[in-house]
């Protein structure tokens, strides 16, 4: 059969400042012979927006819309944060809020990429939650763009799925927690 190394780290984004995709490989260590098991897709891709230039400095603009991916991808965040300089203990706190999905776009069910299928969870009136966590905070307001911070709960705010601009849609936000509570499928982070 074919056999494959381990997945490389996720490259950073694409390009700063922007919503864009990151990729990680593995590459062929044997290929089949005699008709053994065939290779395994070599590469994965996943939305991913950076806050930061290549310099380090703050991107400056303030997003309107909430951009969201998969909370895995907080994980893999927290190791590459876990060895920078400039964030603190404190730092890793952030924060959750939960929102009620008023309405999204068919084109998120339609989405079947590896890296993109949980987009395939948002739902019409489910539930989620969305956690703010470094490098998506704002270091001076300590809140992540499209929070919904000022806004009650009648307030429709926009959201999008990074990795795919035309899943989208709205959301009302039902409160802020320290920490959230939503299973897997229905967790998210902003980016």
């Given at each position: 059969?074919?056999?494959?190394?381990?997945?490389?780290?996720?490259?950073?984004?694409?390009?700063?400042?922007?919503?864009g995709?990151?990729?990680?490989?593995?590459?062929?260590?044997?290929?089949?012979?005699?008709?053994?098991?065939?290779?395994p897709?070599?590469?994965?891709k996943?939305?991913?927006?950076?806050?930061?230039?290549?310099?380090?400095?703050?991107?400056g603009?303030?997003?309107?819309?909430?951009?969201?991916?998969?909370?895995?991808?907080?994980?893999?965040?927290?190791?590459?944060?876990?060895?920078?300089?400039?964030?603190?203990?404190?730092?890793e706190?952030?924060?959750?809020?939960?929102?009620?999905?008023?309405?999204?776009s068919?084109?998120?069910?339609?989405?079947?990429?590896?890296?993109?299928?949980?987009?395939?969870?948002?739902?019409?009136g489910?539930?989620?939650?969305?956690?703010?966590?470094?490098?998506?905070?704002?270091?001076d307001?300590?809140r992540?763009?499209?929070?919904?911070?000022?806004?009650?709960?009648?307030?429709?705010?926009?959201?999008?799925?990074?990795?795919?601009s035309?899943?989208?849609?709205?959301?009302?936000?039902?409160?802020?927690?320290?920490?959230?509570?939503?299973?897997?499928?229905?967790?998210?982070?902003f980016?």
């Amino acid at each position: 059969p074919c056999v494959v190394g381990e997945w490389s780290h996720w490259s950073g984004c694409a390009e700063q400042c922007h919503p864009g995709l990151r990729i990680r490989r593995r590459y062929v260590q044997q290929e089949p012979k005699n008709g053994g098991e065939p290779c395994p897709a070599l590469e994965e891709k996943a939305g991913c927006l950076e806050y930061l230039t290549y310099q380090g400095e703050d991107c400056g603009h303030e997003h309107v819309s909430a951009f969201i991916t998969t909370s895995e991808y907080g994980k893999e965040r927290k190791r590459r944060a876990a060895s920078s300089p400039w964030l603190s203990d404190k730092d890793e706190a952030g924060y959750c809020v939960e929102f009620k999905t008023e309405s999204l776009s068919h084109h998120c069910a339609l989405e079947n990429r590896p890296y993109a299928r949980w987009m395939q969870y948002l739902r019409e009136g489910h539930t989620v939650c969305v956690a703010c966590q470094p490098p998506a905070m704002n270091t001076d307001t300590r809140r992540c763009s499209g929070d919904g911070h000022s806004a009650d709960g009648s307030k429709i705010l926009h959201w999008e799925a990074v990795g795919n601009s035309q899943c989208q849609g709205t959301w009302k936000k039902i409160r802020q927690l320290e920490h959230c509570s939503c299973p897997l499928v229905h967790s998210f982070i902003f980016t």
